[in-house]
């Protein structure tokens, strides 16, 4: 029997994305492994996921908060869709205006993720924008531009047409400079993932006084700005002066605070950056996102956005730079194992990930097979960030650290290279 077709229309720009997203596709393949080999002790270093518990004072601020949805007098229902003044106070106050910037709480929009954000920034901006990334570049950048029909198909180099590609290269530090042509819409993300680099001052710099010469707006991913230890590295690209007039950025609480289950992150737009309609005539990008996140979102759950305010209490602060100080002790044992082990690598100085180059004539994920074979460690394939991340394999430092001990220790053992 015939089935009937529906004629139903889908979004046919999902049929131009290249396979799965990558972290399914990593996951898959590990349980593949797991199928065949049931006895492994495998260690997942692959996807950037935290693996401490939640902090004493945000744990108790996050009770207290539920403690307060069980009494009429302290219950709340929907909340401000963008935040609670409680956070968004702390938030201007200690992540902006202690370090010399200027961000006002009604430019802060409280939601998610920044992922969820950094793939849902494309609906405000029109069509016909010259949009670039970096590469190798966080995939959420790219697919949901594809998704959003904002690019053409994808050619056999993994590149998709209308997407301008930013190449960062060991040779350029992982970073990119401002090109020489105009650019719409630029995201950029320092400290990077995937490759762990960070901007320093002097091209953020460049990067500002380009957006504004060619009014471009810069898409800032700071989501791992908790893990720069070198001080001349700017956190916000609002330390950077213009930058008002020619940026938005995403931050989280997921890295820094542990929140990757708990789901809170913020993105600031400010009240003096500016677009323009059909008709040239300048509009707000503030209006538009608080247009798009009152609609689309209720708010994150009050709960979750006291736990987030107990971040900023000096027992709050102090617990997250311990939990920092963790993680990047774990970086540097991969670095200093990968190293003695004969490996190149990169990042893991001022940002969780440590991005490594294969040995000699070994793909991305040819290597991330033969790691899994050879040491049952899982890791993340460069290619998986595009082209330009062929040949590399990034590690994250979120693991715990006996378990990162126990991988570095196969590595210099089992690897063979
Ligand atoms: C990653 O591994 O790249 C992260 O999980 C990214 C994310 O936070 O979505």
């Known amino acids: 029997m015939l089935s009937s077709v529906i004629m139903t229309k889908i979004n046919d720009h999902y049929l131009k994305l290249r396979a799965g997203y990558l972290f399914p596709e990593i996951a898959r393949r590990t349980s593949q492994y797991k199928a065949a080999h049931p006895d492994a002790d495998i260690i997942r270093l692959g996807i950037g996921d935290v693996t401490r518990a939640l902090t004493p004072s945000v744990l108790a601020a996050f009770h207290r908060g539920v403690d307060d949805m069980a009494k009429e007098e302290t219950f709340r229902g929907y909340g401000p869709e963008q935040g609670y003044p409680f956070l968004l106070e702390k938030i201007a106050s200690q992540d902006f205006k202690s370090r010399g910037a200027h961000v006002e709480p009604d430019e802060i929009f409280v939601s998610d993720g920044s992922k969820c954000d950094t793939g849902n920034i494309i609906e405000i901006f029109g069509e016909g924008n010259v949009i670039a990334v970096q590469d190798p570049v966080y995939p959420v950048y790219v697919d949901t531009n594809v998704m959003a029909g904002r690019t053409g198909g994808c050619g056999e180099a993994g590149y998709y047409a209308g997407l301008r590609y930013l190449r960062c290269t060991a040779e350029t530090d992982f970073t990119a400079e401002p090109p020489s042509d105009k650019l719409d819409l630029i995201y950029l993300c320092s400290p990077n993932n995937p490759t762990g680099a960070v901007m320093p001052r002097p091209l953020l710099e460049k990067w500002v006084a380009y957006a504004r010469k060619n009014q471009s707006i810069i898409l800032f991913d700071a989501a791992y700005e908790a893990y720069i230890s070198d001080p001349s590295i700017p956190h916000s690209i609002y330390e950077i002066e213009g930058a008002r007039e020619c940026a938005i950025e995403f931050r989280s609480f997921s890295k820094n605070a542990g929140f990757t289950g708990?789901?809170?992150?913020?993105?600031?737009?400010?009240?003096?950056?500016?677009?323009?309609?059909?008709?040239?005539?300048?509009?707000?990008?503030?209006?538009?996102?608080?247009?798009?996140?009152?609609?689309?979102?209720?708010?994150?759950?009050?709960?979750?956005?006291?736990?987030?305010?107990?971040?900023?209490?000096?027992?709050?602060?102090?617990?997250?730079?311990?939990?920092?100080?963790?993680?990047?002790?774990?970086?540097?044992?991969?670095?200093?194992?990968?190293?003695?082990?004969?490996?190149?690598?990169?990042?893991?100085?001022?940002?969780?990930?440590?991005?490594?180059?294969?040995?000699?004539?070994?793909?991305s994920w040819s290597f991330f097979d033969k790691f899994l074979q050879e040491v049952q460690v899982v890791g993340t394939p460069g290619s998986g960030f595009g082209p330009a991340g062929e040949g590399y394999f990034r590690l994250s430092a979120f693991g715990s650290a006996d378990r990162v001990k126990e991988a570095i220790e196969r590595i210099k053992t089992n690897l063979t290279i």
């Open 262 to 363: 708990v789901r809170c992150a913020y993105t600031v737009v400010p009240k003096t950056l500016h677009g323009c309609d059909a008709n040239g005539i300048s509009v707000g990008i503030n209006q538009l996102w608080n247009r798009r996140h009152c609609t689309k979102f209720n708010g994150v759950s009050y709960p979750v956005q006291r736990a987030a305010e107990a971040v900023y209490s000096e027992e709050g602060r102090r617990e997250v730079r311990e939990l920092i100080a963790y993680y990047m002790n774990n970086a540097r044992v991969i670095r200093a194992g990968l190293e003695s082990a004969g490996l190149k690598v990169f990042g893991g100085v001022n940002a969780p990930y440590i991005w490594l180059k294969t040995p000699a004539g070994i793909d």
